[in-house]
């Protein structure tokens, strides 16, 4: 970016982060092998083996990382793309809007995985 906005006034641009550490600054967000198996089950049983599908991997740095550091754990996305009703943009971008009535089916989702869970069962 630095590179780029620099060459457009015709100058060059470098960027040093100083004492930066030798690894990423953010770890990556590795989800748990386990209950990324448990939350498929668990949307699969609730919604229908057809509405759980894989994401997209991404290049992007998420505080999420720093708990799995921690404990394991595993971060997944509720779908909310809806043309019918314009909720169609990412979440940074400026148009974007949540269609609320997918708030109940996540809300659903979530406790369902954590009762499955706790109640040791996966689906």
Known sequence: VVEGQAAVHRCTGVTEILGAPSHPMYPAVVNDERLHEHVENVGRSLLGPDKVKPGEKIMAGEDFA??????????????????????????????????????????????????????????
Not at 67 to 76: A, N, S, T
Not at 110 to 117: D, G, I, L, P
Request: aromatic share 10%; net charge negative.
């Open 66 to 123: 720093f708990y799995q550091q921690l404990v394991p754990g595993v971060m997944f996305g509720i779908g909310i793309r809806n043309e019918k009703v314009g909720s169609v943009h990412s979440a940074h971008n400026p148009h974007f809007f949540v269609d609320e009535d997918v708030l109940p089916i996540g809300a659903a989702l979530h406790t369902a995985t954590a009762e499955m869970y706790l109640s040791g069962r996966s689906a």
